[in-house]
């Protein structure tokens, strides 16, 4: 069960955090990431934590976001900074079993609800 919270509406240039709260059972050997998605388009891979603690980044991440997780408190975060209006998208937290930790959607089963994240101009 994936929970993420954390969106809003800022400006560009601004920073946001979100969140994700996870449950069920052997978390520490799955692996977590953050997609996103705008209408029109496929879902796109941000960033994702293997549960060796390994990251992966989308390229056009380009050092703004910043993926971490936390084991004790099962929670999957995403910090944002020098957000443009092209972030503008719904996040979405997932999961996977297994060492695996490419930012593939096909290879997530489970997902989170999304949040709505929108840069202004």
């Known amino acids: 069960h994936l929970v993420e919270s954390g969106g809003g509406l800022v400006q560009a240039g601004e920073s946001l955090r979100l969140s994700c709260s996870v449950s069920?059972?052997?978390?520490?050997?799955?692996?977590l990431a953050w997609f996103r998605q705008t209408p029109g388009k496929d879902r796109e891979g941000v960033g994702s934590?293997?549960?060796?603690?390994?990251?992966f980044y989308g390229d056009f991440v380009k050092g703004r976001f910043t993926v971490s997780r936390d084991f004790l408190k099962k929670t999957l975060s995403l910090q944002m900074n020098r957000l443009r209006p092209e972030d503008t998208a719904i996040y979405y937290c997932?999961?996977?079993?297994?060492?695996?930790?490419?930012?593939?959607?096909?290879?997530?089963?489970?997902w989170g609800q999304g949040t709505q994240v929108t840069v202004s101009t």
């Open positions: 069920g059972r052997d978390l520490d050997l799955y692996a």
């Open positions: 934590v293997s549960w060796l603690n390994m990251t």
């Open positions: 997932a999961a996977r079993e297994g060492t695996g930790a490419r930012l593939y959607p096909r290879d997530f089963p489970y």
